[in-house]
């Protein structure tokens, strides 16, 4: 609240008023035997309530409160309810989790402990929904190299989803990497001028997949050629290997 009436958002004034908040309740637990004038019905409450119900109750009256205007039909309508599938509504629900989580640790140094923060952080905004979907948004605002790298590379970084990711992928009987020729010849007559006789370049990596029996590979004729996207800075052909594995399988021909 504090920097909306300065006038300027700021996670340092948010967290100079967590604090401040934090430090006055536990002076007032520590010194005060009494409960200060204004809660003082509180202490006369704990005399006839159980100290769970009270918390039980509060606690669910902060619950309505978050979710009046639902209650009383005043929400905003739902942009996704009517164009997708509710399994696609629960995918976008996941990945959402998954990239405010893996956003919020990024900056975490050593890098095994920013592993094991990522999945709870993770797990918190699979919980709290609007909370990861605020965080994505304002992440989104500002995006970075830095943050493309983190969401879209997450599957093969990270030790736990790369692992699920291979329980999930299909077998593979072939699986190679082949480099494509690094040099473009032109022509003597060419005007563009664009390139020299003999361009450099560095050599591509071509992955090979094939699911089928290993003694027909060479005989077979059926390609499928997929060319991963990631703007040449994220999602190397690593970050692709599960659903073309299953691609592989599924058709027979060569990936």
Not at 71 to 93: D, H, I, K, M, V
């Amino acid at each position: 609240m504090l920097d909306h009436i300065l006038g300027k958002p700021s996670a340092n004034v948010r967290r100079i008023q967590a604090l401040l908040t934090t430090v006055i309740t536990v002076a007032l637990l520590r010194r005060q035997k009494q409960a200060p004038w204004g809660l003082r019905w509180l202490q006369r409450l704990d005399q006839r309530v159980s100290l769970w119900k009270a918390l039980l109750g509060w606690s669910t009256v902060l619950y309505l409160l978050r979710h009046m205007d639902d209650l009383l039909g005043l929400n905003a309508p739902e942009p996704l309810r009517e164009y997708y599938s509710r399994s696609f509504y629960r995918a976008t629900w996941v990945f959402t989790a998954l990239d405010a989580g893996f956003w919020t640790a990024m900056s975490v140094r050593p890098r095994p402990l920013r592993h094991l923060l990522s999945l709870l952080f993770s797990l918190y905004y699979l919980v709290f929904t609007n909370r990861g979907l605020e965080k994505v948004r304002k992440v989104r605002a500002l995006i970075t190299v830095d943050h493309l790298r983190v969401s879209w590379n997450k599957g093969v970084d990270n030790p736990v989803l790369r692992f699920v990711r291979r329980l999930h992928s299909s077998k593979l009987t072939v699986s190679r990497v082949v480099e494509v020729p690094d040099r473009i010849s032109c022509d003597e007559g060419s005007s563009s001028g664009r390139l020299s006789d003999v361009a450099q370049l560095e050599p591509a990596k071509c992955h090979v997949m094939y699911a089928g029996d290993p003694d027909t590979f060479a005989a077979c004729r059926y390609i499928v050629l997929n060319y991963p996207g990631g703007g040449f800075v994220s999602m190397g052909p690593e970050c692709h290997s599960d659903y073309l594995s299953a691609w592989a399988e599924k058709t027979g021909a060569v990936v």
